[in-house]
């Protein structure tokens, strides 16, 4: 029997209202990531890419299918269940950052830990380790209204890594950077994804940043399909 993936995706469905106002975000979504692999998803705006991410990572539950990370079954867990496998397993990477703005690069990278309750001497040194791989030791001091966007975004990096987790979600994670700096975030995500083995969704419409993933996935009105000329766009780094 061959290994189950990463990440299952399976037939998930979701509805936003009822009657004739009724928004179908996603209509039967299913898909795959294996450990380690970056799976890009682009679509236009409004396409149902935030609502796939949030269903994977435990923040909305879908109306039909199932989410399945590392074996266990995110969409059959209790709410506290869910939470848990949220700290433990998954972290978000958002277009706004997403930093508290009162603390500095040190102190936004240390939340999880201290949510998850790691001791003091741990938390240091992750906490450091996570702001090295990034490129931020020096402005560990900083906060985020002293940093650049694309410095405040590594240091949303640095907290996902910090807490070690299986699974990255970036929602457009490039979209408040220019280009160039947009660049070098998606080329940082997927250095990392590929040092920590951490499967990483990475939603997108740049044609660059999706050349750097494994595998481009299309979503169209809440249905997924794979473009036929994404066949060329893996293991381009
Ligand atoms: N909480 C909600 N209530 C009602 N409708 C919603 C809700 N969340 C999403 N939708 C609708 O579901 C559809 C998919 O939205 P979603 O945010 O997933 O798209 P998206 O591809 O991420 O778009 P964008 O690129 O603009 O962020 C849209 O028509 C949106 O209006």
Do not use: C
């Not at 706004?96 to 040190?106: Q, R």
């Not at 001497?121 to 985020?144: I, M, N, Y």
């Not at 036929?228 to 293991?235: F, L």
């Amino acid at each position: 029997m061959s290994t189950p993936a990463y990440l299952e995706v399976s037939r998930v469905e979701r509805t936003f209202g009822s009657g004739p106002t009724a928004v179908h975000a996603l209509r039967g979504v299913s898909l795959t990531a294996g450990t380690g692999e970056v799976v890009a998803v682009r679509g236009r705006s409004g396409s149902g890419k935030t609502s796939l991410l949030n269903i994977i990572g435990g923040l909305d539950r879908p109306d039909a299918g199932t989410v399945r990370v590392d074996g266990v079954e995110v969409t059959a867990l209790s709410d506290d269940d869910v939470l848990a496998l949220r700290r433990t397993t998954v972290a978000y990477v958002f277009q706004s950052f997403g930093l508290v703005p009162i603390l500095n690069a040190h102190e936004n990278v240390e939340i999880p830990l201290r949510l998850r309750g790691v001791d003091p001497a741990e938390r240091e040194a992750r906490v450091t380790e996570a702001l090295d791989h990034v490129g931020l030791a020096k402005h560990a001091k900083q906060r985020p209204g002293q940093l650049s966007g694309g410095q405040q975004q590594r240091v949303a990096l640095a907290r996902a890594l910090a807490a070690r987790p299986g699974l990255l979600l970036a929602d457009e994670p490039t979209g408040q950077l220019d280009s160039e700096t947009g660049r070098e975030i998606m080329e940082l995500i997927v250095r990392l994804a590929k040092e920590g083995q951490m499967t990483t969704v990475v939603t997108t419409h740049d044609p660059v940043l999706l050349s750097l993933a494994d595998r481009v996935l299309e979503i169209a009105d809440g249905a997924i399909g794979e473009p036929a000329e994404s066949a060329t766009a893996g293991g381009a780094h």
